[in-house]
Each structure stands twice: as C-alpha cells, then as structure tokens.
C-alpha cells in the first residue's frame, strides 16, 4: 500500500513538473538568444515615374534611421532576427513601408519606388476601325477636362489624370462615339484601346495629297466630292466622312496647283482609299524683261542638249522659245545672252560678262549665278527656270564651259 501511494505521488509530481516547465520552454525558443547573429537590411529607393535613384530619403525602422546615399542605396545593420517594418520618406514624395523578416547572420533586401506628390497618371492606347481593323488618324479622344486626337499610327496618349475611375470617349466622325471605363493610378499608365464602328447608311474616303513635282505632302489641298470637302493636314492626310454610298467623281485641287481627279465608289460603313498627285503652277514672271544682250568680250558657253527637253509647269517648249541667262543689276534682271529653242538641235549659249572697262554693269560678274529665264512665244509670258548641270558650274567663270542636264519651270 506505501508503494502504490509512493507512485502515486510521482506521477503527479511529474504532471505538475510538465505543467509549469514546458510553456517556459516555448517562450525561450522564441526569444533571441546570445548566440543570434545580427542581420542587415539593405536596398535602393527609386522615383516610381523616372526611375532615378533618390539621395537623401530617410529609412526608418522604428528608432533606427538612416538616408540613402546619392546612388539611392541604404544599409541598415546590426538587426536582431525579427520581423520589422521599414519606412521611406522624402520631402515631395509620398512615403512608403515594407514588411521585411531578418534572419540570423543574414541580409534581406527592401527596395522602394516613391511617388512625386503632384504625380498624376495616364492612359494611352488606339483606335482602329471595327471592320478593317486599321488606325484611325485624327480620332478624338477625351475624358473630362483633357482631350487628344490620335496620331497617324491611331495612337493617343491622356496625360495629368487623377487617380480614380475615369470614362474614355473616343469620336471620329463617319463612326459611332464610344465611351470606355478606366482605372486610373497615379504614377502608373493604363492602356485602353478602341474599336470604332462606322455610321451607317455612309461611307468615307481618305488618303493623302501630293506634290507630283517634288514629292512632298501637299498641306491645306482642298479634296471634294459632290457638295462634301475635307482639307489635308501637314502630312497631306486628308479624311471624308458622311458620304452617301455610291460612285463619285472626287477632286484634289489646290490654288496654284493642277486639279487632279479620280472616280471613287462609296460603300455603306465602307472605307475608300484615293490618293491625289497635284503638279505645281509656277506663275509667270511680272516684271517686263528685255531680250537684248552685248558681246562684251568674255563669256561662258553653255551647251544645252535637245535631249533634256525643257519645260514650264509640264508642257514642252515650242520652236521659236527663248532660253536666256540673265544677271541681276541692283535688283533688275537684264539678259547676258540667249538662245531660240527648235526642238532638235543641241544649242550653244553665250553667256557674257561684265565689261570692267565701262562704267555699267553689262554682263555677268565672276562667281555670279545664272538666272535662267524661258520666254513662251505664243503667249508673250516669261518664267524664271532651275536648272541642273551634268558637267561645270552654274556660275559664270570667264572662258567657263556647263553642259545641262534638266532645264525646267516647276
């Protein structure tokens, strides 16, 4: 009986022993011990919108501070293993934590990107044409108190928006508007694009207008069909919506400029692509000219072959046209020599200097640049030419020698 009570007793001395000591133990396995090795943290801090590394951005780790260096770059060291939150703060920014765990012996990483106070976000993205699927150029898109046309790529760009939801409108006239919902964070872009339907019971035409002389986009070039105009841009882009289906005559015309034409069909909800070539009109010289020359003693022979064909504003010169090298005499055009054009024979033209020995100016000066004129028999109109050379110069060299190559009014 004494050792049954002995036993007994034990077993509830042990149970008491477990009771008391093991809730102890769990509590020092989670206390730092003597024998923890002190941990880093480290990382850069970062403008979120231009990506620059900050200096001088304070990091806070509850009494602990330090500043980032000026390559953005911090430390903060001899951290006891622990789970700690981590500030960046900077003067014009908006501050910003993270939750970092040191481990024993370890360095853990904490990098940050700071938003600007005064940031503000974007949305960008394109509108295309619902059936074909091409970019639409010149589309209006807005949201409110902002608003843009899309580029020739169909591409916009909304710039200084607040954070929040925003409603996106995109228009093109010839099209149904259509309005899209975003979310927008500062600092941040948002991509949002369209696809626009056209109006029925319409067509467009589009393309662009060009200088057949030249090859440069032609800009303000008026374009019309039927009672409809559009006007091309810089590019020479031009765009016509609202046009009734069927077939038309369409014109691209602008002042100084020949008209050019094309017949065009006009589907419903269609797009029809014309491109217009328009030739330059050089105009007429105003000033009277006179076709008189002197044999001063020094010239420069120009040798035009028929082969280059001269012309004005397109059309060949006739048998019995002028050709002449003019000089300039304080401000007035005076002939220093010309040439009747035939049509078929390669011509010589003499082109005559200044005479230094009298006390006017008679001819061409050394160094000074031709002046080519034509003279048009049948209308009595003279132009002012360009010329281009295959060999020699085209200013005036005593006893000189030039062949042309293109000899035109345009």
Request: hydrophobic content about 35%; glycine content about 10%.
């Amino acid at each position: 009986m004494t050792s049954g009570k002995y036993i007994l007793i034990t077993l509830i001395i042990s149970l008491l022993v477990m009771i008391i000591f093991v809730p102890s133990c769990k509590h020092v396995k989670d206390t730092p011990t003597s024998w923890d090795t002190p941990g880093n943290i480290k990382g850069y801090v970062r403008d979120q919108l231009s990506l620059e590394y900050l200096a001088g951005v304070e990091i806070k780790l509850g009494a602990l501070e330090t500043e980032t260096g000026e390559d953005g770059f911090y430390v903060l060291s001899g951290l006891t293993p622990d789970e700690y939150t981590v500030i960046a703060d900077k003067e014009g920014y908006s501050n910003s934590a993270s939750t970092v765990r040191v481990l024993s012996g370890d360095t853990s990483y904490a990098n940050f990107h700071l938003i600007p106070e005064n940031a503000t976000g974007s949305v960008q993205g394109y509108v295309r044409d619902l059936a074909t699927q091409k970019f639409l150029y010149n589309a209006a898109v807005s949201t409110t108190g902002n608003a843009v046309t899309t580029n020739v790529a169909g591409y916009y760009t909304l710039t200084d928006l607040s954070s929040g939801n925003h409603v996106i409108t995109a228009y093109l006239a010839g099209y149904d508007e259509t309005d899209l919902n975003v979310s927008v964070s500062l600092g941040e872009i948002s991509t949002v694009n369209f696809w626009l339907e056209q109006t029925g019971g319409s067509g467009i035409l589009t393309g662009y207008i060009t200088s057949e002389t030249t090859g440069n986009p032609v800009t303000s070039g008026i374009i019309t069909v039927g009672d409809l105009n559009a006007v091309s841009d810089t590019t020479g882009y031009y765009y016509l919506p609202g046009i009734i289906p069927g077939t038309y005559m369409a014109y691209g015309s602008k002042s100084s400029y020949e008209t050019d034409s094309a017949e065009v069909v006009i589907a419903d909800r269609g797009t029809t692509e014309q491109n217009f070539l328009i030739r330059r009109i050089i105009p007429p010289d105003t000033t009277t000219l006179v076709w008189e020359f002197s044999n001063t003693g020094t010239n420069h022979i120009i040798s035009i072959p028929h082969s280059i064909n001269p012309t004005v504003n397109g059309a060949a010169l006739s048998s019995g046209d002028l050709i002449g090298i003019f000089y300039d005499d304080n401000g007035d055009h005076k002939c220093a020599g010309y040439v009747e054009w035939d049509g078929t024979s390669n011509l010589a033209l003499a082109a005559w200097g200044d005479d230094s020995l009298t006390p006017d100016k008679d001819g061409l000066a050394s160094n000074e640049t031709f002046i080519w004129k034509i003279h048009i028999t049948s209308s009595g109109l003279n132009y002012t030419a360009s010329a281009e050379y295959f060999s020699g110069s085209g200013t005036f060299e005593p006893n000189g020698l030039s062949i042309l190559s293109s000899l035109k009014v345009e």
